[in-house]
T-cell receptor, first 113, second 114 residues
């Protein structure tokens, strides 16, 4: 039972345009969401996060939006740069008693120069 | 400051062989984790250690054992490797077990079981 889903395995975006990566979840007890970025042959690195009490969090070119009613979050990258080409994982944290992360399956983003 | 290191980077085993994956962190973190990454499955938690001296099962613990040797080191052992354990294994660490704490990942170990 995949509680965190990234339905797009891959996404290609022109350099300079906006990249939008999507993530859906099924567990309403998730209260904190994160995005990790992974380059080939490296471990994932933390990118940005959002608490369930917010609907938006911004950090430079990266913005994460959370729609709790739809159980949906998205990562916007503006403008997209070639160095953004990587696999992006969304992850969700459960509430007290189950605070480990549940990861999605990942979306491979390719930025076309 | 190396962060999280893992050895070996690559390993090929035959079915039934055993091996230990090593992980060490130099960030004075309390919590450490072992994940596996499989195509189409994302990262799945195998075992974790909230603090030195404690270990707990994650989502997919069967076929694995772990040891939290000290605060720095957390090893993962496959006693009798099976082809289903072919995967990329990542070790991670964080200050606390709470998922809101940033986890720092090692570079991974690519394991193939024939």
């Amino acid at each position: 039972d995949q509680q965190v889903k990234q339905n797009s395995p891959s996404l290609s975006v022109q350099e300079g345009r906006i990249s939008i990566l999507n993530c859906d979840y099924t567990n309403s007890m998730f209260d904190y969401f994160l995005w990790y970025k992974k380059y080939p042959a490296e471990g994932p690195t933390f990118l940005i996060s959002i608490s369930s009490i917010k609907d938006k969090n911004e950090d430079g070119r990266f913005t994460v939006f959370l729609n709790k009613s739809a159980k949906h979050l998205s990562l916007h990258i503006v403008p997209s740069q070639p160095g953004d080409s990587a696999v992006y994982f969304c992850a969700a944290r459960g509430d007290f008693g189950n605070e480990k992360l549940t990861f999605g399956t990942g979306t491979r983003l390719t930025i076309i120069p | 400051n190396a962060g999280v290191t893992q050895t070996p980077k690559f390993q090929v085993l035959k079915t039934g062989q055993s091996m230990t994956l090593q992980c060490a962190q130099d960030m004075n973190h309390n919590s450490m984790y072992w994940y596996r990454q499989d195509p189409g499955m994302g990262l799945r938690l195998i075992y974790y250690s909230a603090s030195e001296g404690t270990t707990d099962k994650g989502e997919v613990p069967n076929g694995y054992n772990v040891s939290r040797l000290n605060k720095r080191e957390f090893s993962l052992r496959l006693e009798s490797a099976a082809p289903s354990q072919t995967s990329v294994y990542f070790c991670a660490s964080s200050f606390r077990t709470s998922g809101s704490d940033t986890q720092y990942f090692g570079p991974g170990t690519r394991l193939t079981v024939l």
